[in-house]
């Protein structure tokens, strides 16, 4: 069965290998997702979808990741977050 998360990316690193780790905050967790040049590695984020998440970094962006049954990301969708008024005055 298919599925989605929603939340924020809050950190990012990239290496000179080309390898991107990003760190995706939703219900109250971070989640690590990696793309690696070495695709045997498994769990591998697509480059493009990882490329995109880091460019949120930063930024009143969330964003919801599709995955299929395997687990595997399908797509993103990005929107502006939408905070509370009444969470900002707290």
Known sequence: ?????????????KY?????????????EITEYKYSS???MS??????LAETLASTLASDICTEIY???NGSPTHIELEECDYDEADDEN
Do not use: L, T, W
């Open 16 to 28: 000179v290998n080309g390898d991107i780790e990003i760190d995706f905050y939703h219900e109250d």
């Open 67 to 69: 995955f299929n049954e």
């Open 43 to 48: 769990d591998n984020f697509p480059k493009e």
């Open 38 to 40: 070495d695709a045997s």
């Open 1 to 13: 069965m298919s599925y989605s998360i929603f939340g924020q990316v809050v950190g990012v690193r």
